[in-house]
């Protein structure tokens, strides 16, 4: 088995509406800061999402990405409003999320340790379908 990377590789979920370009550097920073020692800055998503009724599903954004495997990348939520939720999906199976529905809980940041190289899923809705 091989050693894994010792740094710890960063995705930003960065979950907001209507900011500045100035306002949306401004909380990208504020949220790298609370990444935690030795990490590396790689992207954020923005992401804005409208809410919706009872009946209908909940809106969702995809995003495809490639992990290299043996790294860990930590995944970060910064909310300016609503519940940000971020699934990791490989081609078929759910490998990891940021709320667990069986204890109410939600995880932040959450790590994901890559095991093999290749194309990620990224799905991030927004808890009971409200705007976010």
Not at 36 to 59: C, H, M, N, Q
Not at 62 to 86: E, P, S, T
Not at 99 to 124: A, H, M, V, W
Request: glycine fraction near 6%.
């Amino acid at each position: 088995m091989k050693a894994l990377n010792p740094i710890i590789a960063v995705l930003f979920c960065f979950i907001t509406v209507g900011l500045t370009q100035g306002d949306r550097k401004e909380r990208v920073q504020e949220c790298a800061a609370k990444a935690g020692d030795g990490a590396i800055y790689l992207k954020e998503f923005v992401v804005s999402l409208p809410k919706v009724e009872r009946d209908e599903p909940p809106p969702v954004y995809r995003q495809a990405v490639i992990l290299r495997g043996n790294n860990i990348y930590r995944f970060n939520v910064c909310n300016d409003k609503g519940q940000a939720i971020i699934r990791i999906y490989d081609s078929a199976n759910m490998l990891l999320s940021s709320y667990d529905t069986q204890s109410d809980k939600e995880y932040n940041p959450i790590n994901f340790l890559c095991r093999k190289t290749g194309q990620y899923n990224i799905i991030i809705s927004f808890k009971d379908g409200r705007a976010g």
